[in-house]
């Protein structure tokens, strides 16, 4: 009997401390304002992409996007195991930065006129290309005209948008909420080819399960800015995070996550862009 009173009063409290855990406190303190201590840092990245962003089966997380903002992180005082990695799909980045769902974004975000009109932006960090990644025997090359193509790619991306602008307007374009989503529409033949940055492309080129299978066309259709995306107004955190990304350069920690992260795929980047200097 006293056995099951203390029980029911363990389960009690068990329950209104996971009620406060779920319910968390103030907003910013959710998406992460302090300065370390028992907080945590919510922080916006892909799940689906190798070399970038890649939650993998285990639960680990993985990729050059990844390394960045555990970088940053803890330049703004978040030690690895107090980020909460939260995904943001393409579509989704500008309205969790907005709701204050993820302090920063961390996810091939590129720095645009009409993105900085609803988030600012710290960096750039990477200067990428939108290419093509097509079949091995693809006759897609330089030169080729994309319009009658069926091509993939995902909703709120540049790179949707740049073929509907201006690759190729008359181009079947089928959007998807992620890339990985348009992956198996080109290995079956449903469509021509997946179009976004190179950066991400040849991390799925590489990946065991497509090896062999699929190249880049290595078109340099555009530049893409990778910045990391915060709320609009907080000026303060993109001062922060400009110098976070700033002294990842000049210590040697960004060309480590280079190296380890777009290695195995082959990628080819450009070297380390200048903070605030954007390639249009
Ligand atoms: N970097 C491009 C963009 O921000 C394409 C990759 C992506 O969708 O994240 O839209």
């Known amino acids: 009997m006293k056995l099951r009173k203390v029980s029911a009063a363990a389960a009690a409290a068990l329950v209104l401390s996971l009620t406060a855990t779920a319910c968390g406190g103030d907003d910013d303190k959710d998406s992460g304002s302090g300065s370390g201590g028992g907080d945590t840092i919510k922080v916006g990245i892909k799940y689906d992409q190798p070399g970038l962003g890649l939650k993998e089966p285990g639960g680990k997380f993985s990729g050059f996007d990844v390394d960045v903002a555990t970088y940053v992180a803890k330049e703004l005082g978040y030690e690895p195991d107090q980020i909460e990695f939260v995904e943001t ?12 769902d993820v302090k920063f974004i ?12 609803k988030v600012d932006f710290a960096g750039p960090y990477l200067l990428a290309h939108q290419d093509l990644l097509v079949k091995k025997d693809s006759d897609i090359s330089k030169g080729t005209d994309l319009n009658g193509k069926k091509l993939c790619s995902v909703t709120g991306s540049t790179s949707a948008q740049n073929v509907k602008k201006d690759i190729a307007p008359q181009a079947q374009l089928k959007q998807v909420g992620t890339y990985s989503e348009c992956l198996a529409g080109l290995q079956s033949g449903a469509v021509d080819a997946l179009t976004t940055d ?8 590489a ?5 062999g299978q699929f190249k880049l066309a290595g078109l ?43 290695g195995p795929a082959d990628y080819k980047n450009e070297p380390a862009p200048k903070i605030g200097e954007i390639k249009n």
């Open 89 to 100: 799909k393409s579509a989704d980045r500008e309205n969790a930065l907005s709701r204050g």
């Open 220 to 262: 340099k259709l555009s530049n893409e800015n990778y910045g990391i995306g915060v709320k609009k107004g907080d000026t303060a955190t993109v001062d922060k995070i400009n110098a976070a990304l700033e002294k990842m350069v000049k210590d040697g920690s960004w060309d480590k996550a280079v190296k380890d992260n777009f």
């Open 207 to 211: 990946q065991e399960q497509y090896r």
């Open 198 to 205: 190179d950066s991400i492309l040849a991390g799925f080129a």
């Open 106 to 117: 961390a996810a091939t975000y590129s720095i645009t006129d009409e993105r900085k009109q």
